[in-house]
């Protein structure tokens, strides 16, 4: 049964693909104007923002500065989140620069051998953060025209990814780690400043790659009109809840890709905005597919499964959808 479940989603993938084939070489310019538009995105808002983050990051860890640094937050984080001192840079990073710099530190304490793959998912469940610049400012102030609103989805967006540090706190505790303490991880200077940049540059390029690729698959569900496809069933289910129909498009695009689904989200303010804020911050919390593509570049290599991921995120997006209602109402 597991077999054949398999082979099905092979094939169904592959029809797709085609059919992605198919729509880029019979309408070119379409697909060449969305993935442009991701590049652009990623060029003059993602780089500029990631790369330097991603270069001191990787030169701190290798020269074990992190260690020294992170000393005085071991006791909180380990009654807190069973994590060692190491999480607290990730979580200052991760609020600081956003979406995918906490996966890419814990790729390097595991990498270094500072915690194991168990410690990693600890981690990960309240590091997996967006950051303040795009809350505020993207979201908040250009595309709700609300700097109060903004403010209302960074503290639930923080506070809601605490909360889920705590789900999952017991995750792999009882079993053995997966530390071999005798790898030398000692680094050459020489060689130093030279693998931060290979390290970080490619690191980058695939964060841009995953970018211009969603903002492409966007264009593809509407103009397949798979979009509408599979915002019906959605739409169905908005309207038992008795939550306007229109905002089940910009949820499967926020899915996909967040900056997409927010502005989509963001038109329906004269319906209901504060349907609109909560909408917008479950999806800011998830991270949609391109989030997790990013994420997944570097947790993979700590033997982190996409399904323990998308678990994770998953409580973390309803936690902060949650959060953001309650705050709404009394503020």
């Given at each position: ?47 500029p ?9 990787t ?47 814990i ?30 400012g ?6 709700l ?11 639930t ?56 690729l ?16 599979l ?79 998308l ?15 309650l ?5």
């Open positions: 049964m597991i077999v054949n479940s398999v082979k099905k989603s092979h094939i169904l993938l592959s029809l797709l693909l085609i059919l992605l084939m198919l729509c880029i070489v019979c309408r070119p310019t379409v697909y060449m104007q969305a993935t442009l538009r991701g590049i652009i995105v990623w060029s003059t808002a993602v780089l923002a990631l790369f330097p983050f991603f270069f001191l990051t030169i701190l860890s290798s020269l074990n500065v992190l260690d020294k640094l992170a000393k005085i937050f071991k006791r909180p984080l380990n009654a807190l989140f069973h994590t060692s001192q190491y999480s607290a840079l990730v979580y200052l990073m991760s609020i600081i620069s956003g979406y995918p710099v906490g996966a890419k530190l790729c390097d304490l595991y990498k270094n051998k500072k915690i194991d793959k168990f410690e990693a998912v600890r981690i990960n469940a309240f590091t997996s953060c967006s950051g303040p610049v795009f809350m505020l993207t979201v908040g102030s250009t595309m025209k609300s700097c109060h609103l903004g403010v209302i989805i960074l503290i967006h923080f506070l809601g990814a605490f909360l889920n540090g705590l789900i999952y706190r017991n995750y792999g505790k009882k079993q053995k780690s997966d530390i071999d303490i005798s790898v030398d991880t000692r680094n050459n200077i020489n060689d130093l400043m030279g693998n931060a940049i290979r390290q970080s540059v490619l690191s980058v390029l695939t964060v841009g790659g995953y970018i211009a969603s903002f492409m698959f966007c264009a593809f569900l509407s103009d397949t009109h798979l979009l509408n496809l915002s019906a069933p959605l739409a169905f289910i908005l309207k038992l809840l008795g939550i306007p129909t229109q905002f089940a498009q910009g949820i499967i695009l926020g899915l996909t890709e967040i900056t997409r689904g927010c502005l989509e989200l963001s038109n329906f303010t004269t319906l209901s905005t504060d349907i609109v804020v909560v909408l917008i911050s479950g999806i800011i919390a998830f991270g949609g597919v391109s989030v997790a593509l990013q994420s997944m570049t570097f947790l993979k290599q700590c033997n982190i499964s996409l399904k323990i991921f678990l994770q995120k998953s409580t973390q997006s309803l936690i902060t959808m949650a959060l953001t209602g705050f709404v109402f009394i503020f």
